[in-house]
């Protein structure tokens, strides 16, 4: 692998939709000394997992001292909550383990409100070159019924405080079909980020996840605690349709179903998933993908401790999945790939998994053509890639999906 994920699991508090393994440390203006000391220990954990992998890697062999990583990506929780130094130390520990490119992509999410002009200057002397900072919305009441930490002004300090100190690339996060969302309030976020001259956007359709308290209130079970004011699913396909053409308009390659770059500014890292290549995953939850196997690490931070001290002592451990047989390797392959606005390369099928797939996939879109699939053609005439177009392709990915799987 030559892509490693840190999740940093503090956060202020929990947003309402939100269902990843975090550890809730209390909003600003609160000085608490046991948040400091367990952030610290938690980065003492994740370098001591991370010098464990290596030495594991390197006994068997299987440790290329000649690829370095490429790209490295701090996800969360909210990594700007944890102390500059540890961030540095943790890179380094990566640097020392596997090897850090000279130009390697290091991103830290950040969240508005957690960080000001000398964190941040910390954070990018620490070897951060690239910020994506959650602004979900610009409208103050949507960030209130989603639960979010922050206001509209906040974020409006954030990008202040990234233009000042001269971030490389940064990232703005927004969340269409959250409750109080319409075409107003949306076509604002998206105008704004566009001034703000953020050099990639990644526009996210809100899912209702089992646990959150958006489930409780929105979801098919919700029974007495059933609230209104999600936008209807024809609202959330309009969002879609908006963003692909107001973004576009302004110059953004609309390259994967939710992310959207400014020429040269796609995220490395996050492409490394879509391309199915492997990683390493360190920290609360992650989960890595090396030689062909998943590894989980735990989601509660005692059995996380317990994880990294088996992994100190040579144990295998982790709950582990393979890539499964022929079949389920193809339609991982499929499904990543038509995520993609550079689509599935039926060369690469035919390479991989027969001359027959081909066909097969091909007979599997023939309704989709040309509304909803996209097909380039050779020198030879013969199909060379399959692409959904954009956005009523990928509105209706699903679909496509389903009607792949049922006919392979």
Same mark, same amino acid.
Request: one cysteine or more.
């Given at each position: 692998p030559r892509a490693a994920y840190v999740h940093l699991p503090f956060c202020r508090s929990r947003c309402y939709y939100c269902d990843f393994a975090i !550890?809730?440390?209390?909003?600003?203006g609160e000085t608490r000394p046991d948040v =400091?000391?367990?952030?610290? @220990? +938690? /980065?003492?954990? #994740?370098?001591? &997992?991370?010098?464990?992998?290596?030495?594991?890697? @390197?006994?068997?062999?299987?440790?290329?001292? $000649?690829?370095?990583? &490429?790209?490295?990506?701090? /996800?969360? /929780?909210?990594?700007?909550?944890?102390?500059?130094d540890e961030i540095k130390a943790i890179l380094g520990s990566l640097r020392e383990a596997f090897g850090l490119a000279a130009d390697a992509e290091v991103s830290a999410e950040m969240d508005p409100g957690t960080f000001d002009e000398e964190k941040l200057r910390a954070f990018l002397a620490a070897g951060v070159n690239r910020v994506s900072l959650g602004v979900q919305s610009f409208d103050d009441g949507v960030l209130q019924r989603a639960g979010r930490s922050h206001d509209a002004r906040a974020a409006e300090e954030a990008i202040d405080t990234l233009r000042r100190c001269g971030v490389p690339r940064w990232s703005?996060?927004?969340? !269409?079909?959250?409750?109080g969302v319409d075409a107003k309030t949306w076509r604002t976020s998206l105008e704004r980020v566009i001034e703000a001259g953020a050099d990639h956007v990644s526009v996210y359709d809100l899912q209702v996840e089992r646990g959150t308290a958006f489930y409780r209130w929105y979801g098919e079970n919700a029974g007495k605690d059933k609230k209104e004011g999600l936008p209807s699913e024809d609202a959330s396909a309009a969002m879609f349709r908006d963003a692909s053409a107001t973004l576009g308009a302004? /110059? +953004? *390659?609309? +390259? *994967?179903? $939710? $992310? +959207?770059?400014?020429?040269?500014? @796609?995220?490395k890292h996050n492409q490394i998933y879509w391309e199915n290549a492997g990683w390493y995953g360190f920290g609360l939850s992650a989960t890595s993908h090396v030689n062909g196997e998943r590894v989980a690490r735990p989601r509660k931070m005692n059995e996380y401790y317990a994880y990294v001290e088996?992994? &100190?002592?040579?144990e295998n451990v982790g709950t582990v999945s393979s890539g499964g047989d022929g $079949? =389920?390797?193809?339609? &991982?392959?499929?499904?990543?790939?038509?995520? #993609? !606005?550079d689509g599935l390369d039926l060369g690469n099928v035919s390479r991989r998994f027969g001359d027959h797939v081909v066909e097969e996939i091909r007979e599997a879109m023939e309704p989709f053509v040309p509304e909803f699939v996209d097909y380039t053609v050779a020198a030879d005439s013969s199909p060379a890639a399959l692409r959904l177009t954009d956005p009523e392709g990928f509105l209706v990915s699903t679909a496509v999906l389903s009607t792949l799987i049922s006919k392979m």
């Open positions: !550890s809730v440390v209390g909003r600003a =400091d000391a367990a952030m610290r @220990r +938690y /980065g003492a954990a #994740t370098r001591a &997992e991370v010098a464990a992998t290596a030495r594991a890697m @390197r006994a068997n062999g299987a440790l290329d001292a $000649s690829a370095p990583l &490429e790209t490295v990506f701090f /996800g969360g /929780g909210t990594p700007s909550l944890m102390p500059a703005a996060d927004l969340i !269409s079909g959250l409750p302004a /110059g +953004y *390659e609309h +390259y *994967e179903v $939710s $992310s +959207y770059a400014k020429p040269g500014a @796609r995220c088996a992994l &100190e002592r040579g $079949s =389920d390797a193809l339609f &991982e392959h499929i499904m990543l790939r038509l995520r #993609t !606005s």
